[in-house]
Each structure stands twice: as C-alpha cells, then as structure tokens.
C-alpha cells in the first residue's frame, strides 16, 4: 500500500485518510476518490489530500477484517457487516465465552496492522452481547499476512450455550439466620440461574448438622436433580466441615474446597452420584459478583470445572475493588445511612437537527431558554454536583447559563453523536461521584422532584445500580448509572446512546413511573410549540 500526499489530480481510486470538508458536504476517511470528487477537491481550491492506495497482494481493511473474524468464529457468534476495518462479533446464545488466548495472541503479533480484541475468557454473556472485534489498523494489509492469521486465529472464539438445569437447594438453619435472609438467598439464587433457564425445583432447609445435609442431598438426587447448591447457615472454614462432611456421608466425593477470589474464598465443590455439589460462600448470598458466579456459569456451560481450574481463578480474582463489591476492609466504610453521591451530566451539545433552523436548547418558555430550565431543575435536586456539556453554539449556551456557577466542559466532536458529549462528561465527574445521572437538556419535565425520586431508587446495595425513569411501562431519560458502568460509557460510539448497556444489565435495573416527563423531549418545532415554547 501506499501511503502519503497525493496531487488532487492524480487521487482518483484512492482512499482519503482524512475527512475533507467542502462547501456542499464532506468526503469522510476512508471514502474512495471519484472523478468527480477530483473535480469538488479542484474547485474548492484544493492541489492535495493524504491517501492510500491498495497495490498488487493488498487487502482492504473491510475484507481483511472479514477475513479475520470468519476464521476466529469458532461457533454461537454473530458477525456484523465489515466497517472501517472492523468487524465486531456477538453471542447468538447466553453462555459462557471461551477464547484461545495463545492462537489470539500469536496472530495479534504476526503485525501491528491486525488486531483482535475480546472479553475476558469464560466471562458469562448474555445473547446479542458483543465479545470480540476484528481490526485492521490501516487502509490495507497484505493478503499473506492475513492468509497467516487466519490459521493461527483458527476457530479461537466461540460460546459455550447455557443449558437448562433442575436444581435443588439445601439452606441449613440456626438461631441466628432469619427465615427472611433465607428467602432472600433463595430469591437471589434464582435470579442467578435465570440467565441459564435453570430454576430450584425443591428447597430443603434442615438443621445444620451433617445427618440432615447428607440427607437432603440423597432426597434431591433421588427426585433428579441436575445441581445441588448448599448455603450453610455458618460458613464452611474446613474441609472437615458440616457441608463437606455431608457430600461424603451421602456417598460423593469433594473436588476441591477454597478459591483463590475474593470475594468467594470458602466455595467448596463437591460431586454426589455424577450431580455437582456447590457449598456456596457466604458472599453468594448477595447479588453482587463473587467467585461462586464464576464455577456457577461453568456448570451451567457444561465446562470443565476441576481443581487446576479453580486454583487458576487467582489472577484477576481480586474483586474487591469492582464496583459490585463494597470495601469494608480498606480504609473507611460508607455509613449505611450516607447518601450516594450521585452527580449530573447536562447534555446540552446537539445541533438540533431535527428542529431546523436555531438551536432549541436557547428556545423559550415563559421567557426562560430550555436549556437554563433544565439546569435549574438539575441544581435544585439532591444531585452533589452537575457538569454541563455544550458543543455546538458553545458561546451561546454558556450565556443562557451565566449566573448559575455551573461548570462546563466543551465536546469539539459534538456533531459525531451523543457518545461523545457522554464520555466527555464521565471524563469531567468528580473522583469520588457514585454514579451520574445523564440528564437531557431539552426535558423541561425532569424537575428537581423527578431527579430525587430516581435518586432515591438508587442502592447498590440490594442490586439496583441503573435507574430508569418510564410512562405508562415505557422507558424513557435521564438515566442514572452506578459508576461501575463508566468504562462502558466511555466506550460508547455515535448517537446510539447506551440502551444495549441497560438491557446487557437488565437484573440491575430499577423503574420510577414518573410520567410524561420520561419521553417528553422537545425534539420538533410542533413539540417545542406545544409546550408554549418559542425558538429566538
């Protein structure tokens, strides 16, 4: 391929590196140069543009990207069309990811210019999720290098399906456990296997002592069960243990007991008449990620899960610091009964396309610009701070705002989407923000009451950690987000926006009713009149 300044005059069939503006549009990178574009370049008064041009053994990055991805697919994926180099793959099932880090690794080093990228192996996927992206770096790459990869890269990828499982429960009791901590586990645990399609046929609770254990494991195998998960009222600390002791007085045999996670350490597995035998930790009790999710979604999968396995779970095993994990040994804990920080984004960069000519951001009601309402609205709720994003007419907006001590931050991409006004405000949150909620700057409706409710909604602690305002069923903005989410909405793309994020986490999403004001945005001069408003 080659590569650099190219006379206008000679440009035609090459492709242009980076996007030309001209009066009656622009030529985007990567756009193949026609004749007539020569002929706009020319006019324009432009002599020269930097461009690739494809020689004799070169690929197209769309086709090498292609290329790539075909051959990784190694079963359950989906693959979308080719863009720019890239091609992403999704999951056709829930189930658990498994990569071939070796053959990935080897083909990422045969040259810088091909690149494939995945989650984490054996991370647990829900179907549609997105896993791995195929990506070729410049314009071309040879055909030969390519024809290389394909072979190391070779079936590296696929998704082990969840399989449907009939699972039986044993929950031991004490004085001190309360039935309703037991119902809540049960509640929990089904949450956990839903994503599979598994569900608890039968839930035994008998007394913590190895007799009644063993017992109710000879009871579940009997009445088919598939899995056995045991949660004992006191925590398993030996292998000698009542749980463990109970999988070898009915018969079975322990696999291993401890893992190197935390939180998930005392996670005992066992294995009675060919059914698996989970002793849970006392941290599967919480929705919250733990190493007990991590053997649970290999079963589930139909994985290996034996003893080398579990004790290779060190590296990365730290969840302490995650988002779903909170910290109590580290420094000082949260009180209970101190309010998230829950910080505001203000989207106020749109070019409003979609309502012609002005900006509605500076429209009015009752005399007061859209976007200074909604700002108001903002300061006037429990929100400990509030960020605004401007882009487009950025003069004119901060005017509208003069007076309110808010702080800004300018998005130069702004006419790309929305993705980037989000990720320019997440990059500007305070460090010690809970999460942000991203508020709309033409919702009128979204009051300071509005923004305390879904504030209120917000608790990590019981699972809640996206909160989502609807009408009448329907979901609608602004959105709250846990900042465990911040990553992903720093990886966003365009004007999509983030609802894939909301349905890839649907188990932590928490609804407020709050009426009209959810879908009410002032997208349309109709819209705008008929909220008595006016553009300037």
């Known amino acids: 391929m080659r590569f650099g300044r190219t006379p206008v005059s000679e440009a035609e069939g090459a492709l242009i590196a980076h996007s030309v503006r001209l009066p009656d549009g622009a030529l985007k990178k990567g756009h193949s140069i026609t004749a007539a574009d020569v002929a706009k370049l020319t006019e324009a008064g432009i002599s020269h543009v930097i461009a690739a041009r494809l020689e004799a053994g070169d690929l197209h990055e769309d086709h090498a990207a292609e290329r790539l991805a075909r051959a990784a697919d190694g079963g359950n994926l989906h693959r979308e069309p080719a863009f720019t180099g890239r091609v992403n793959l999704f999951a056709r099932e829930a189930g658990v990811l498994v990569v071939d880090k070796a053959g990935i690794d080897a083909a990422n080093r045969i040259d810088p210019a091909i690149t494939f990228a995945t989650l984490p192996n054996y991370a647990s996927v829900a179907r549609g999720r997105m896993v791995a992206t195929a990506k070729i770096i410049p314009f071309a790459v040879a055909e030969s290098l390519i024809e290389e990869a394909e072979t190391t890269i070779l079936d590296a990828v696929c998704i082990h399906p969840f399989r449907p499982r009939r699972v039986g429960l044993v929950a031991t009791e004490l004085g001190h456990l309360k039935p309703s901590v037991m119902d809540k586990t049960r509640r929990i645990t089904e949450e956990r296997l839903a994503a599979s399609g598994s569900s608890i046929f039968r839930e035994l609770r008998v007394p913590h002592d190895e007799v009644a254990v063993a017992s109710a494991f000879t009871r579940l195998h009997a009445e088919g069960a598939e899995l056995i998960i045991a949660f004992g009222a006191s925590a398993i600390v030996d292998i000698q243990d009542v749980v463990p002791a109970a999988v070898v ?241 720093l990886r966003l793309e365009g004007d999509t926006g983030a609802r894939h994020l909301i349905a890839r986490h649907a188990d932590q999403v928490a609804e407020v009713e709050i009426g009209e004001a959810a879908r009410l945005d002032l997208d349309t001069p109709e819209a705008l009149a008929g909220a008595g408003g006016t553009l300037p």
């Open 249 to 489: 007085a009915a018969g079975g045999r322990i696999v291993h007991f401890g893992m190197p996670v935390d939180p998930g350490n005392l996670m005992l597995l066992g294995e009675f008449g060919g059914v698996p035998v989970v002793g849970a930790p006392g941290c599967a009790r919480s929705p919250k990620e733990n190493g007990f999710d991590w053997v649970l979604d290999r079963l589930l999968a139909d994985l290996s899960v034996a003893p080398e396995d579990i004790t290779g779970f060190g590296v990365g095993g730290l969840l302490m610091e995650i988002g779903t994990r909170p910290q109590p040994r580290e420094g000082k804990a949260k009180p209970i009964d101190t309010p998230a920080n829950v910080a505001g984004i203000l989207l106020a960069a749109g070019q409003s396309r979609r309502m012609g000519s002005g900006n509605k951001l500076l429209a009015t009601i009752d005399g007061r610009p859209l976007v200074r309402i909604a700002a108001e609205n903002a300061l006037e709720s429990g929100l400990s701070s509030v960020q605004v994003v401007t882009g487009h007419m950025q003069a004119e907006v901060e005017a509208a705002l003069s007076g309110l001590g808010l702080a800004t931050t300018h998005n130069p991409d702004f006419a790309d989407g929305m993705a980037g006004s989000i990720r320019a405000g997440i990059l500007a949150l305070p460090e010690d923000a809970d999460a942000a909620l991203i508020l709309l700057a033409d919702m009128p409706g979204i009051t300071g009451d509005v923004i305390n409710r879904l504030i209120a909604a917000f608790d990590p602690t019981e699972g809640r950690t996206i909160v989502v305002p609807t009408m009448s069923g329907k979901r609608g903005n602004p959105v709250l987000w846990d900042r465990r989410y911040f990553p992903d909405l």
